[in-house]
């Protein structure tokens, strides 16, 4: 298998330092305010990126040197449409940090707006697109207009800009979930077989059971039977030679809650994520992963999917590895990335563990960290061919691909499993079948 071309562009080690700023600090000089100063972190073509910035107010250096804010990651055409010229007055495309303190909102009814303290640029180069590790800018750096106010120092900026190679394979199903598709890699315009899924329901007629309730004319008791519940469903994935390699399974029923007519939260739906027992006998799984699925209502619906790394209870238990709000009608992705998970742990009440490498992925290489997985689905109703893209280095044979597959595999049946439940079933429709 052949990865594509990607790179991390990361930015870290932030810090705020200016004699014009003045606060109560602790005997270490370093106070680390999450909501007085913040950073608006922009690139072309990407959503904006937020991140605290720890005010220094000692001549102390930045400790932390491994400190990541913020990350975007960047295929080939990406790159090439950062590189290409731009309008008139925006010829060139920049990596932005505007840095404000006080933020967005309002005291006791009244607004308040957040005061710009300076901005950091960084033009766009053809080092980006060479493909090696080249570390862009890592240091102090004057911000703001006025660089110096009444003999004093402007607001200065600690950061460290850096690019790394990220090859990742990208993988596509070639018809919806349901469908028993085909899997395979992209590589440009090749498509390499790689994987087949097999897509089952239990306790339905084995002629063409798919088709019925996926088309929209199934049989009556079908029907009834979805009406009240989503059970049994699996999805086994498939090497080359026909060998099961990975699979999904339902273990927890996508049912309505009390009162209402979708799966809520109090009550979600599970797949458990399972791989091959190489000790065990033939169609015997260890299980990996526990995916949970459940509906938001609000004026956009979306899909919740959280997902758990299984691990032995004397390794300390169960691990939170993503939690993703997926728009219900649009679409979207759902992905795993530790450094992202331990950026939002972090700021959280109740830090939950988070695994220090891929290692705790099972039978996968070690790694500091970093994207792991991503999983593009479509929205209800809509013939979507799940996109996935894995990153390399937590690649080590086939099989490690596979588990990846039946992940991304309950995701998009989520969507689905997650619509809400008819009530009843129009008299005339039951009369016509």
Known sequence: MDPQAFIRLSIGSLGLRSTGIELSTGKSGIQRLSSSYVCEIRLRGFPVQTSSVPLITSAEVIRDTQNIASSFYLEESDLNALLAPGCFYNPHACLEIAVFSGKKGSHCGVGVKRQQIGIFKMQVG???????????????????????ENGKPGAELHLKVKLDPDPRY??????????????????????????????????????????????????????????RERKGWKVKIHDLSGSAVAAAFITTPFVPSSGCDWVARSNPG????VRPDVVGRSESWQPWGKLE??????????????????????????????????????????????EKHMRTVASAASPIPSPQS???????????????????VQGEGKRGKPLVQLALRHVTCVEDAAIFMALAAAVDLSIEACKPFRRKIRRGFRNSI
């Open 270 to 273: 599970a797949w458990l994520i």
């Open 170 to 227: 990208v993988f596509r199903f070639e018809d919806i979930t349901t469908l028993s598709p085909q899997i395979v890699l992209l590589q440009g315009s090749i498509k390499q077989p790689i994987f087949s899924c097999k897509f089952s329901k239990d306790r339905v007629s084995q002629i063409d059971s798919l088709s019925t309730y996926w088309s929209g004319s199934p049989d009556i008791s079908d029907l009834e039977s979805e009406r």
């Open 126 to 148: 053809p080092e980006w697109g060479e493909g090696k590790p080249v570390i862009l800018f890592n240091g102090w750096t004057c911000i703001g207009k006025n660089k110096q």
């Open 358 to 376: 891929s290692g705790d992925f099972g039978a996968l290489s070690p790694v500091a960290g970093g994207f792991v997985m991503s999983c593009r």
């Open 293 to 338: 699925a459940w509906r938001e209502r609000g004026i956009k619906d979306s899909i919740c999917c959280k997902f758990h790394l299984l691990s032995e209870p004397q390794d300390g238990g169960n691990l939170l590895m993503s939690e993703i709000h997926i728009n219900a009608e649009k679409g979207g992705e759902f992905f795993i990335d530790t």
